[in-house]
């Protein structure tokens, strides 16, 4: 694998755990994950558990170099927002990540581009690194419109932020086609993607990591990070296999 491709970046490896575990599968698998990935590694590797078990995930992946992120925030500090978690909340509890505007959020909660880049503003505000999501969906693939959709989604962060900010950010493409479907893009339609959104980071191209999010597994993950614009992946179902998460931990590595 060509690793110069990559050079100027840390490959990340994200496990996006959504709404699933107990408190005993939690540490089991955690138990299991934190003794396959001790001392140095050239990757990151963060995990995302549902908000009640944050702290717990913390407590038990302390001491190790895996990082904790949220799956989740609010854009708003404060108030009467039932049910919702600010970015000071998740900085309590220890987060170093919070995933922003995933698909499934902006599908079924219906958040809305502007949404997204408001709760990138306030992820930034407390010192969380935001995973900022983007991607199409299976007819807009099939339409071409592919580009452009990713285009606007990233262009409404950008209007609100600027581009320096993604200095102290992260870009995961996510296919909507391909998330637990799967199906995977191809390396060629990955590619295209990624070197994509690489070109509209500007000054920043080269700094900004790009994750791939979308039916990863230990079978694809080392094809998929031989590609130069690839930095690591946005896993889901792989990230509740305490075994095939570290291969793709150690793939990236």
């Given amino acids: 694998m060509n690793k110069t491709s990559h050079a100027k970046r840390r490959q990340l490896v ?30 990151e590797v963060v995990v995302c558990p549902p908000n009640p078990y944050l702290l717990p995930t913390f407590e038990k992946i302390s ?72 991607g199409e969906s299976s007819a807009q693939r099939e339409n071409g419109q592919h580009l452009e959709v990713i285009g606007a989604q990233l262009q409404a962060v950008f209007d609100q932020v600027g581009l320096d900010v993604f200095k102290n950010a992260v870009v995961a493409y996510e296919p909507v086609w391909a998330v637990g479907t799967g199906k995977t893009a191809t390396p060629q339609q990955a590619e295209e993607v990624h070197r994509f959104i690489r070109t509209r980071l500007g000054d920043l191209a080269e700094e900004v990591r790009i994750l791939y999010g979308g039916s990863v597994k230990a079978s694809n993950a080392e094809q998929l990070f031989a590609i130069p614009d690839i930095d690591g992946a946005l896993l889901g179902g792989a990230s509740l296999d305490a075994e095939e998460f570290l291969k793709i931990c150690k793939a990236a590595d």
Wanted: proline share 2%; aromatic share 6%; with cysteine.
């Fill in 14 to 43: 994200v496990g996006n755990w959504k709404m699933n575990g107990n408190q005993q599968s939690n540490a089991e698998l955690l138990a299991k994950v934190v003794a396959g990935w001790q001392g140095e590694h050239n990757a």
């Fill in 63 to 134: 001491g190790s170099p895996i990082f904790l992120g949220a799956q989740n925030l609010s854009q708003y500090d404060s108030g009467a927002y039932t049910g919702e978690v600010s970015a000071k909340m998740l900085g309590e509890l220890h987060c170093k990540f919070v995933i922003i505007g995933h698909n499934e959020r902006r599908r079924l909660q219906g958040e809305t581009d502007a949404q997204v880049a408001q709760k990138f503003i306030a992820a930034q505000r407390e010192n969380l690194i935001p995973i900022l999501c983007v």
